[in-house]
Nanobody, 124 residues
Framework: QVQLVESGGGSVQAGGSLRLSCAASGATNKRLAMAWFRQAPGKVREGVAALASDGTTTYASSLQGRFTISQDNAKNTLYLQMNSLKPEDTAMYYC??????????????????WGQGTQVTVSS
């Protein structure tokens, strides 16, 4: 089984940047899709960015190019670089992994392996 641990969240002012990390352990030799999701209070969990097992990347269209997902295979770590942060980016950010068809990479219901989340707060 794969375990995921997120880190890197914090409080920043609008326009700032943060880089989230998701360290994977366990059966990391499996070819899994990995993704970042976020959930704000009172809102549904939404897909932010995903990296398929074949290297395909997918982003939520609302991000307008501000976030970048990447992976360091040697460190078994997934990253989310977030630039030009806005107050509406405030949420708990979660890392997830599973065997997911590319068409569904940003749908949380297709993922069964989740981290505990890391809070991102952006002030205006």
């Amino acid at each position: 089984q794969v375990q995921l641990v997120e880190s890197g969240g914090g409080s920043v002012q609008a326009g700032g940047s943060l880089r989230l990390s998701c360290a994977a352990s366990g059966a990391t030799n499996k070819r899994l899709a990995m993704a970042w999701f976020r959930q704000a209070p009172g809102k549904v969990r939404e897909g932010v960015a995903a990296l398929a097992s074949d290297g395909t990347t997918t982003y939520a269209s609302s991000l307008q190019g501000r976030f970048t997902i990447s992976q360091d295979n040697a460190k078994n770590t997934l990253y989310l670089q977030m630039n030009s942060l806005k107050p509406e980016d405030t949420a708990m950010y979660y890392c997830a992994a599973d065997r997911v068809p590319n068409l569904y990479l940003l749908l949380p219901s297709f993922y069964n392996i989740w981290g505990q989340g890391t809070q991102v707060t952006v002030s205006s």
